[in-house]
Every structure is written in C-alpha cells, then in structure tokens.
C-alpha cells in the first residue's frame, strides 16, 4: 500500500516510520523542514498538564504513550544515534484547589498521584521559593527534548528504503474522485497513492478546505523561555498556576507556556518573555542568576477540548487526519499514530476509536470556544 503523508511534525514523522515498518510505501510531504514547527516549539512533558482535568479519550491516548515512550525512545536512538532524552524527573504540581478530583481519577485509573506535603515538596525541589504547604505528585512523568526527537525521526526516515521524504514541498491541494482520494497537488506535481493522512498539525483545518471540509483545528501561539542554569539546580518538572519549569539534563531550565488565539502569527513578545522570566525565577529563585538564553514561538493545533481527530473523512474515503492533539501533541504522539496505522491497515486496537472520529466534529460551522475550558 503507497501512503502519501502531509505535514512532518511528531505526529507525521512518527506516523511515516511506523507504516514503513509495516511495510508501507510512504511519501512524507513537508512545506520547510521537518520537525520545525510545534513539534520542536513545545515543552517535552509526557503528560497533559493538570491530566484529571481532561476527558477520559486524552487519558487513554496518554496512558499508552507513556507507557510505549521508554521503548520507542530506545529504538529511536538505536536506529538514528540521536537520544531524545527521555528523561523521568516527576511532574510536581502545586496550588491545586480541586484536590478531591485529583484523587479520583487517580484511583480510577490507577495513575501514581500523590499527596505530598511542605516537607516532601521541599525534599523533592531543594531550588522552590518558600510558602508550598501542599502538592500533587507524580513520580512517573518526565520530558523528552523534542527536538532531538524530532531530528531522529528525521534521520531515521532519510535512511529507510521504503520512505521518500520531500522537505520544501508543500501541498496545494488534495483531490478526490467520485468520493475517494485520488491524489495530493504540489507546485509541481501531483501524488497519487492508495491513502492519505493530513498530519498538518494547526495547518491541517486549512488544507482540508480543498475538499470543502470544516476541520475546527486553529492555531494557538505558545511562547517559551530558556535559562541556563547548572545541571540539577532543578530536578523536577514544577507546575504552579498553569505555569511550568522543565530540567534538561545539560541544566537548561525552559519556562512556560502563554496560550494566545493571535491565528497564524509566530512572534514572539517582549510582554510574553517578561511574564514567563517573571514567573519562573519568582518560582525557582535560583534563576535569578541565571541567563536567559532563548525566546520562542510556536502554533499548537488547537482542538475542541484538545480532543484530537484520528480517523478517515467522512465523505471522502482513504483521506484521513490525525491532527489537533492542541497542548499535548508529544505525549499524545505515539497513541495517536498507533491508532492511526491500526485504522489504515484495518487491525483492532486496544484504545477505542470512537472519541476521535471525524464523523460530527467535521463539516459544519464548529465554534473553538474562546477559552479552552482544560488548558491550565
Ligand atoms: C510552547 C508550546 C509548548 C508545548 N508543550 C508541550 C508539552 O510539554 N507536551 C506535549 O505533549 N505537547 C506540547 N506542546 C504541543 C505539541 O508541541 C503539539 O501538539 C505537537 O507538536 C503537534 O505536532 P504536529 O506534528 O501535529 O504539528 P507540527 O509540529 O506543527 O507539524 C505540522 C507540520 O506540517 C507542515 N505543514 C503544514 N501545512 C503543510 C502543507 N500544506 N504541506 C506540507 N507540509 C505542511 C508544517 O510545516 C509542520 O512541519 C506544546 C506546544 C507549544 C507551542
């Protein structure tokens, strides 16, 4: 089977390796260079922030990343030399004020959260300003550097036989006959294969109008700032507020993230990196001395309830989409994709597919709501 794949974030590139070792012929189509957008622009955590906010369709699809994640990663570094950095430090979450939810879906499914108190906190952060009496934990999350795990997606994709990979084409168009796919339209050329899958992150909604299709998948600038700090002056992931820090293991300290509905605009605001500098060394004092090395943008795929869409078009056959994983596309990478070949090559799968189908959520006028109601 000849799939043509549009769009080479995490999600596309990912996608375009697992049917291959399907044993797929794959054309991977991407505007620029793979791996350049939101895909190397997010934070790395490997879970949703606040995860007992969202709907049990994102747990299913997180569990089973986190839970795939440790093997991927160390295929991705054998097959590429490149280690993505999977790194498990906890994700440690302060100034809850709906505890009690926490705690249930904790214990509904079996999640490790726990209840710690100032002197855990202290003992887990040593670098936290003073004043926490009590927090969350989770010991299982950690963070992966996305952008190596882009570049190794990339590096493993260039040396597979059956993949071609096209940076700098974008696609125009895709085209259907008689309610099936016939091809995609570049510059140049036009793609025929037997499928095709839009992985075109907040751009898919966009490439979707060329079949008269509504995806209401839009863009949601994220700014984020880095420190260079020693390794270990922060260990933990630390969430207080919405706003985050995440150790890397050369002792870069990255700060987020803003959620800003500002359509396809990239840029960055001096206001933002104010904020987040602001937030982060009020937080983590020790900042205070350390540079700022980095400021940056990037387009999440927004989704309704950052419910992603997987599956096939509703009315046209052997198109589909698996785009809008909004906040947390990375760890809702492998889920998806796995999904996604199971729904291509017609397999079961453990996760239900049903949430995430197109059907009812494409076609129509759907309004994003001004605020995304999970997105602390
Ligand atoms: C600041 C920030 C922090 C984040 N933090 C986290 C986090 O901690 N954890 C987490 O899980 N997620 C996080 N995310 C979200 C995550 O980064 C995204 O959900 C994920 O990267 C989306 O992947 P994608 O492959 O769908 O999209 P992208 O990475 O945006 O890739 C889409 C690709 O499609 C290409 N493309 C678009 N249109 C066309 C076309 N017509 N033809 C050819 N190519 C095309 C683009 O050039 C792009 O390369 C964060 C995002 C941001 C911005």
Redesign the pocket.
């Known amino acids: 089977m000849k799939i043509v794949i549009?769009?080479?974030?995490?999600?596309?590139m990912m996608q375009a390796r697992e049917l291959a070792l399907a044993g797929c012929e794959v054309v991977l189509?991407?505007?620029?260079m793979?791996?350049?957008?939101?895909?190397w622009?997010?934070?790395?955590?490997i879970s949703p922030l606040y995860p007992w906010r969202y709907s049990p369709p994102i747990t299913a699809l997180s569990t089973w990343s986190q839970e795939y994640y440790p093997n991927l990663v160390q295929s991705l570094e054998a097959e590429s030399g490149i280690d993505p950095q999977l790194t498990r430090t906890g994700l440690l979450v302060l100034s809850i004020d709906d505890r009690e939810r926490a705690l249930a879906w904790s214990r509904d499914h079996q999640l490790w959260l726990e209840e710690v108190s100032s002197e855990q906190i202290y003992q887990l952060e040593p670098s936290l300003r003073s004043g926490f009496n009590e927090g969350m934990y989770m010991p299982q999350v950690g963070s992966i550097r996305?952008p190596r795990l882009c570049q190794a997606l990339r590096a493993i994709l260039l040396g597979l036989p059956n993949v071609e990979l096209k940076e700098n084409?974008?696609?125009l168009g895709i085209q259907q006959s008689k309610g099936q796919f016939e091809c995609v339209k570049t510059q140049s050329e036009a793609i025929y294969a037997d499928a095709c899958i839009v992985?075109?992150?907040?751009?898919s909604g966009g490439?979707l109008e060329s079949l008269q299709m509504c995806l209401p998948v839009e863009p949601v600038r994220?700014?984020?700032v880095a420190f260079q700090a020693n390794p270990g002056d922060v260990s933990r992931i630390v969430l207080d507020h919405g706003k985050y820090v995440i150790p890397r293991r050369d002792g870069l300290v990255l700060a987020?993230?803003t959620l800003e509905y500002v359509g396809f605009d990239k840029s960055r605001t001096e206001e933002a990196k104010h904020e987040l500098v602001d937030i982060a060394r009020s937080m983590i004092p020790a900042l205070a001395k350390a540079p700022v090395v980095e400021h940056w943008a990037?387009?999440?795929?927004g989704s309704p309830n950052g419910l992603p869409f997987i599956g096939e078009l509703p009315n046209v056959e052997r198109v589909f989409v698996n785009?809008g994983?909004?906040?947390?596309?990375?760890?809702?990478a492998p889920a998806s994709v796995n999904l996604m070949t199971a729904i291509i090559l017609g397999q079961e799968h453990v996760i239900d597919r049903s949430p995430y189908a197109l059907e009812g959520r494409i076609g129509q006028e759907a309004e994003l709501p001004a605020e995304d109601p999970v997105s602390l």
């Open positions: 549009v769009g080479g974030g995490a999600i596309g189509l991407e505007r620029h793979c791996g350049r957008e939101a895909s622009a997010g934070g790395g955590i996305n084409t974008e696609v992985t075109s992150g907040a751009w490439l994220g700014q984020m987020g993230s990037g387009l999440r795929p785009a994983q909004f906040r947390n596309g990375l760890v809702l």
